[in-house]
């Protein structure tokens, strides 16, 4: 049995989409699965960097914004897993007929639900789908539980859960993706009015005027290029701040405490799920005291911290909401559609 992948990466949708599909292809692979990843990888480097590393999973590129069916023409009797924005019903139909078992990746209502089976990596699924025509689709393998984890983050995980507390307050921030990248300015205003000492990493693409800082007390802000070059920095984080896509699924794993802020359209679920299971405090862009909310969250979180009541603490693994297992259930549904043919 094939497993197709097709994915789209850009700076306008953001790395998502190519990570998760690879987070799948290696769960695939260590099954005896061949996989095969058609997408178009327009977006940071590193995210073709990962591609070209993982060398057990064939790499076919596609132009950014095309998805025409007879692209995928060698897909023809497999299993196609889709995670684009570009896929509709009338590509569904043209794959269908060429026997393609189809598998969509649905983020929420701004998409149709497309083909018999659909998995949504959702914290608040039941709100996302409660005015969804659902007449076509036949399984929906949805919620937290299908949240794919990458095995770098797993490993961070890991190291978090075995060293000691820090001295030192540490914030990253993960602001980039599929979002405008002057949603970083004002976030970095208000944490330059922070009068506490503390360190502060950036990973985002940010215009030039924005990157110079001086500071004698108060936060010492450094600015990366976004990239795998984040994971030991996580490991020391004592608060993020982040965006609502995927970073902000693998740090609600980690236990870090985090400030979400919702900068694209399509994090709008995960922003829901957020303040329904209380995973952390949701500041939007468009609010008027924005800066002050997130000035007032950072000191809060920082006399948590001070006084020894946040942080990372030992966590049974049965107990977290996203556990890491996504992988293994989606995995597990899509061989499941190759043996019932």
């Known amino acids: 049995m094939k497993v197709y992948l097709r994915a789209d990466s850009s700076a ?10 690879i987070s799948l292809g290696r769960e695939l692979v260590s099954r005896g699965v061949d996989v095969v990843f058609f997408g178009s990888v327009g977006g940071p480097d590193w995210v073709a960097e990962m591609l070209r ?33 570009l896929f509709g019903e009338a590509q569904s139909e043209q794959l269908a007929g060429l026997g393609v078992r189809i598998v969509q990746f649905w983020d929420g209502p701004w998409q149709a639900l497309i083909g ?25 393998l949805g919620g937290p539980e299908f949240i794919m984890i990458r095995p770098e983050i797993k490993k961070v995980f890991q190291r978090r859960a075995a060293r000691n507390v820090n001295s030192v ?21 208000a944490i330059r009015k922070v009068d506490f000492p503390c ?8 215009p030039d005027e924005q990157i110079s ?7 010492q802000i450094h600015f990366h290029a976004p990239g795998p070059q984040i994971l030991p920095y996580l490991e020391e984080a004592s608060l993020a701040i982040s965006a609502l896509g995927t970073a ?17 359209t399509n994090q709008a679920e995960n922003s829901r799920g957020i303040s329904v299971h209380k995973l952390g405090k949701v500041i939007r862009p468009d609010d008027s005291d924005r800066e002050k909310q997130l000035v007032g969250e950072i000191l ?32 597990e549904a899509v061989l499941s559609l190759g043996l019932s043919q």
């Open 199 to 206: 360190e502060v990493d950036i990973f985002t693409a940010l």
């Open 213 to 219: 800082t001086s500071s004698d007390f108060g936060p």
């Open 248 to 264: 902000a699924m693998e740090l609600i794993y980690l236990g870090i405490p985090s400030i979400f802020i919702p900068v694209a």
């Open 300 to 331: 809060r979180q920082r006399e948590l911290f001070r006084t020894g009541r946040a942080g990372f603490c030992e966590r049974q693994r049965e107990n977290l909401l996203v556990d890491g297992k996504g992988s293994t259930r989606i995995a």
């Open 12 to 21: 306008k949708i953001g790395t998502g989409h190519v990570v998760r599909q």
């Open 169 to 189: 307050f540490r914030i990253v921030v993960l602001i980039g993706g599929g979002s405008d990248p002057n949603h970083i300015g004002w976030v970095v205003r």
């Open 53 to 85: 590393n993982e060398s057990a999973i064939l790499w076919k590129p596609i132009a950014e914004g095309s998805f025409a069916a007879s692209e995928l023409k060698d897909a023809h009797g497999g299993i196609l897993v889709v995670d684009s924005y």
């Open 116 to 140: 018999p089976t659909v998995v949504a990596p959702i914290l608040d699924l039941s709100s996302a789908l409660s005015e969804m025509p659902k007449d076509k689709t036949l399984q929906i």
